[in-house]
Structure formats: structure tokens, C-alpha cells
């Protein structure tokens, strides 16, 4: 679908027989249409380097991979919706006429609930970090290990892709980034060997990939959304690597505290972490995921006051983590 025709879907489409009167949000690769009930994600028709939306067939594909994925950890995914053209309208899930795309059909969670826009306010509560972390652990401990061998030059790609030419960057940021690069080079080099014995160990597991404040609603209990669909390679990542997202998300708010009550408790189900061995490549995680998130913010074509605050922030806690 193109963005005209999913706005006049979200405004005068049916579903089940009445108006959507929907909102439309939008994403890099997606459309999601919010009514007072439900949420429909629609996928973008694009092409990048790690997913091809371009197909129908494969929009409709992902979009199912989508729901029993996520599944795995989440009660609100209920199906697939075809969306149709008939009669002059818009119709979502329905029985009848040509199929012009696809959506995850969602049960909605009220946006105050996000995790990440909840810290932003400064709400959420220790009890309800405990629980998250115990839901993780729970999910963690249920997946097989995967047949992943570490790999040191594609581990070194994940972390310069961020000086990617693509990206604007002021010469002092630019600067420090080359400075970042060649500090994740030497540290993946020292500690290849214990990167492959986390492999070796079964701690490398089909995971959910992408789990950052922005993915969860902090809800009592908590609900976990929005994994990665589009790469298995992607999502098949260390215990520890999923953890740190999370962890750097809390201390990027100032919740330093909260983030270390969150590992405790999830270490407690589920010890993945031998201090001593593994606490710099844990430090080493958490640097890499704010690496991921100054990289999404620098691949969005804006240049806003709040975004590159926002991009600056997580070069701070890079730099604090290259430090430690």
C-alpha cells in the first residue's frame, strides 16, 4: 500500500462492518493504525539491507512469522488481516475482493503504558522491573540453544556499521566514532575466546532481538512486543546481548539502579554471567546497543534539536562504557 491509501483506510476503512476512525503512527518500515480497541501493523513494501518488504507474498509471510514469533511471549497478537478493495472501500480482514496487503491485528495497549515514555515521566516502580525481568528469564530459559559460532570480523561489522557514509555526523562526533571502532576491534579481539565458549555454552539462543524500553508496555504484568521477524540471524544472539539492551535503556533514563535490580533478578533464574569472565563483555553489550540506537537515530533523515540530543545522549554512555 502506498501512505495516502493507508491513511484513507485508517479514516474511512470497515472492519467487521463499522468505520475505523483510526490514527495513523508510522515507522521506517511500518504503518500502524490505532483504533479504540485494536492496532493493525502494516509493513512498508520497501527493501533494505536486512529485509525485503518489497513482495506481497512476502508482507503477508512476515506478517504471520510476526504473530507466532511473538507469540512466544505476548497474548496480544491475534491474526492476520487481509485488507481488500470492495465496492469503493477500504476493508480490513475481509472476506471478499482483490488483496491489496496485510496487517498484524493487535489488541491495544494504551501508549501511557510504554515503558520508554513512562521513564521519560519518571513512573514505572521497582516491583514492576522485577516482574519484567522475571518474564524475560522465563522466556530465555524455554529456547534451545542455536548452532551459532562466533564470528570476530562480522562482530567487528555490527559495531563500525555505525560509521556508516550514509550517516551526518559533526567532525568531533565523527572523530570520537573512529575512536569507538578501534577500541570495539581490540576488545573483540582479546576476548574472541570467551565470546565462543558463551556459544559453546548454549547461551547464543533464538531470542527476541530487539528488546528496548520502546517494545514493552510496563503494564502489571508487563507485556513484551514488536521482535524481530525479518532475521532469524538477527534474533539469534547471547543472553547477555538481549539483557543489555534493556539495561542500557534504564541507565540511559537514570535509572542506574533499576537496571541493576532487573540483572539481579533475572541472573537469579537464570546465571548467564560469571563476573569475573563476562562482566566486560557485558559492559562491552551495553556499549554496542547504544551504538545501535545513536545508528537508527542518525538513519532518520530529520534533523531535529530532541533527535541529536537524543543521538548525543547515547554517545555519552557509549564513551562511559568504553571507559569502565
Known sequence: MKTEEVHKLANEGLYLG?????TVLETHISWIILTGKWAFKIKKPVTLSFLDYSALASRGHFCKEEILLNSRFSSIYV????ITWVEGNWVMDGKRGTVH?????????????????MLQDGEGSEVLIEKLAKKVAVFHRKQPAEESPFDLNQAKEIFSDILDPSIRYTSSQRKFLEKAVR???AFLEANSE??????RLGWVRDLHGDLHAGNIFLTDPPVIFDCIEFSKSIRTIDLLYEVAFLCMDL???GKADWSAL???TYLHRIPVLDYERDGPIFNYYKCLRANVRAKVLGLDPSDSAEKQEQQQAYFRLMERYMQQ
Open 262 to 264: 532487573f540483572l539481579k
Open 79 to 82: 491474526r492476520c488481516c487481509p
Open 251 to 253: 541507565e540511559r533514563y
Open 194 to 199: 570467551r565470546f565462543s565458549e558463551r556459544a
Open 101 to 117: 496487503d496485510y496487517a498484524v491485528l493487535m489488541r491495544r495497549v494504551p501508549e501511557a503504558y510504554r515503558m520508554d515514555k
Open 183 to 185: 577500541w570495539s576491534n
Open 18 to 22: 463499522h468505520r475505523m476512525d483510526g
